[in-house]
């Protein structure tokens, strides 16, 4: 059974940083892109950055490109996603995903979900 496990959420202040992570328990883990999406109260799912199998290419929605950094470990089977910066409107429940695509940017591209992590950022 394949299960994503993301960390790292909580309450922070505007301007804070936080790095989540995602423990994966897939064996061919390196055979899937990994992105992160996050849904705020009342709003769609959204994509916020994706990572392909190697960790050589990633992407960035135009909210958190500059600011979030996604990498792989892909020996500890983890994905992370370093936020900088963070605003008010970053507040979100994060979840991270694993495609047979790379770089996918839409949730039905990702067949395995994490539960999520609530990052709340206070203004």
């Known amino acids: 059974q394949v299960q994503l496990v993301e960390s790292g959420g909580g309450l922070v202040q505007a301007g804070d940083s936080l790095r989540l992570s995602c423990a994966v328990s897939l064996r061919t883990l390196r055979m899937y892109g990994m992105g992160w999406f996050r849904q705020a109260p009342g709003k769609e799912r959204e994509f916020a950055a994706a990572i392909n199998w190697s960790g050589s290419n990633t992407f960035y929605a135009d909210s958190v490109k500059g600011r979030f950094t996604i990498s792989r470990d892909t020996a500890k089977n983890t994905v992370y996603l370093q936020m900088n910066s963070l605003k008010f409107e970053d507040t979100a429940v994060y979840y991270c995903?694993?495609?047979?695509?790379?770089?996918?940017?839409?949730?039905?591209?990702?067949?395995?979900w994490g539960q999520g992590t609530q990052v709340t950022v206070s203004s």
């Open positions: 995903a694993a495609s047979p695509r790379t770089m996918a940017t839409m949730t039905y591209e990702y067949i395995y």
